[in-house]
């Protein structure tokens, strides 16, 4: 049985014929370039699996239509679950009680690290950029074309934050509690700044001795991946980059202007497109610990299934299309100069 948009109850022996709305809907793209002056509907009522507001951004890229607003919801719902990672949708029930066994059993070393107090987490300047005194562009610096480094973490908010995942594995340890780890990342299996992230995962990693010694070549499952070193010392552990790819060109070589290597020092985040291709040498002594942040979006996946190039940000893409426009501007001209030393003779 199925509940069509103008709350009419179909099904039966035989299935109905399709409604105009369904038949709108299965015809329905967004657009490309979202309509910023656009008042979208609110969805906090609906029983959704994500929040409400993401409905609510995505409507901007909604062409104008006729459809009301559970229609609306049915089709950006559909968007959205298709992208939502499959292992977050299944284990959403054991996620929740892995969770709450974490929650009313797990004794925090540093309390003050749950209470979200943005004055604890970051240094002044960082502060004061996201605040909008000074703007973010004053404290980024982008040392490699899609690159970003800034000052993000108080020394003080890296100590303790090592001492609690230290805490943390060693109280999993005694209750034998198995850590979830990040699902693995893809190793090689537009526009991120208009589409809207609206799915997050966070872990930290640890390099050294007797944990994970480098980190081969990949990209990472997500648009926009953040990335800061929390610590300790240690020598080595420089990330690499090698250039964006879109998934045709991901094993084209990189340009020398795309090759670019960073040394992450403690309390410094960088932040890349998931499609950056990169990955960090081995930390030769010490202990050098991250937390990483992948933040998704699935309207620039969507997006990514309209077309098939990708000039924007895939540096293969972006190049084969400056070939082609100067070999057409080279024909152009060659054809110029026939037609006038035609004209001459
Ligand atoms: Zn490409």
Redesign the pocket.
């Known amino acids: 049985m199925t509940v069509v948009g103008d709350g009419t109850v179909g099904g039966g022996d035989t299935p109905p014929a399709n409604t105009a709305a369904e038949t709108a809907i299965t015809d329905l793209r967004l657009m490309l370039n979202a309509d910023y002056d656009r008042m979208p509907d609110n969805y906090d009522d609906l029983p959704l699996e994500f929040s409400p507001c993401i409905l609510s951004s995505m409507e901007k890229y909604l062409p104008l239509n006729s459809l009301n607003r559970d229609e609306k919801a049915k089709f950006m719902s559909g968007i959205i679950l298709k992208y939502l990672p499959s292992e977050e949708r299944s284990r959403d029930k054991m996620d929740r009680d892995y969770k709450q066994t974490i929650k009313s059993n797990y004794q925090p070393l540093h309390k003050e690290l749950y209470t979200l107090d943005p004055e604890i987490f970051f240094v002044p300047s960082f502060l004061e950029a996201i605040k909008g005194n000074t703007g973010l562009r004053s404290i980024i610096s982008e040392p490699s074309p899609g690159v970003l480094v800034f000052d993000m973490l108080q020394p003080s908010f890296c100590e303790k934050m090592i001492s609690e995942v230290k805490n943390f594995r060693k109280w999993a340890k005694q209750t034998k509690l198995r850590i979830k780890k990040a699902n693995c990342m893809k190793f090689f299996s537009d526009d991120v700044t208009e589409a809207t992230l609206d799915s997050h995962h966070g872990f930290v990693v640890e390099h050294g001795k007797d944990r994970d010694a480098d980190i081969g070549f990949h990209v990472d499952d997500s648009e926009v991946t953040l990335n800061v070193c929390l610590g300790k010392e240690f020598v080595g552990g420089e990330l690499y980059f090698r250039g964006t ?5 991901v094993n ?1 070589d990189a340009t020398s202007e795309e090759r670019y290597d960073y040394s992450h020092k403690p309390g410094q985040a960088v932040i890349h497109r998931g499609r950056h291709r990169h990955g960090a040498r081995a930390t030769t002594s010490g202990q050098r610990v991250n937390m990483i942040l992948w933040c998704r979006s699935s309207i620039f996946r969507e997006m990514k299934t309209y077309k098939k ?3 924007k940000w ?5 190049g ?1 299309k400056k070939e082609k426009k100067s070999q057409t501007l080279a024909a152009r001209r060659k054809e110029l100069v026939r037609i006038e030393s035609e004209s001459e003779a």
């Open positions: 790819r879109c998934e045709k060109h084209i190039e990708f000039p895939c540096g293969k893409c972006h084969d």
